[in-house]
């Protein structure tokens, strides 16, 4: 792929202030596509909508330079209770609404840039339990995305419904650190589905 400027905003997942491991995804991404740039837009914690360090306010940071976006998140807002909301909300207090404007402004802002939403794997219980305060569970806030990605035309790349399942807890002490974030062989499987997922649909 000929690639000037990837750019990927994320949460824990992606931000190497973490020192979770030695080598990222994107670190792959890289190596294997040599863009001329690499930008990261990434908080721990990070939610979509409004309640933690909001995804939003970094997707507007991307610079134009930028011909290739990831966008890795969704499983903060799930984990951190951010309300629902439904399909056609407006308020970056839901995670639809946020989800939603993130999406509408970057696509507005960037309409040259190839976008890509990537959301996690289904996690284990040690992180987070398996249905929040909320009473609802990340299968709710995957079909959000899937929801929301769809209405935008935004290439969706869902590992949660992929072979890699921190709840299986073989599964988990092979690829993860904590049932959620995973570990170098992790980001490793990840980064080759993020890989094969864009040149499918480059």
């Known amino acids: 792929m000929q690639i000037q400027h990837y750019c990927a905003i994320g ?36 939610t979509i909508s409004g309640g933690f360090n909001s995804m939003t306010v970094y997707s507007r940071m991307v610079p134009a330079s930028c011909d290739l976006l990831t966008i890795y998140g969704g499983i903060n807002d799930f984990g951190r209770n951010q309300p629902l909301g439904q399909l056609g909300d407006a308020t970056p207090d839901t995670f639809y609404g946020a989800l939603d404007q993130m999406l509408s402004q970057t696509l507005q802002d960037h309409p040259q840039t190839a976008v890509y939403f990537i959301s996690h794997v289904k996690i284990g219980r040690l992180f987070f339990p398996p249905v929040n305060p909320l009473g609802l569970h990340q299968a709710d806030y995957e ?19 992929s072979w890699l399942d921190f709840s299986i807890p073989e599964m988990a002490a092979r690829y993860s650190l904590d049932t959620l974030h995973p570990n170098d062989a992790g980001q490793l499987v990840i980064a080759r589905m993020i890989k094969d997922f864009i040149e499918a649909h480059g």
């Open 11 to 46: 949460d824990s997942i992606t931000d190497r202030r973490n020192h979770f491991v030695d080598t990222w995804y994107y670190d792959w991404l890289n190596r294997w596509w040599h863009p001329k740039a690499l930008s990261l837009f990434a908080v721990s914690g990070a």
């Open 143 to 161: 079909k959000a995305i899937a929801d929301v990605t769809a209405a935008y035309s935004v290439p969706h790349l869902s590992l949660y419904q």
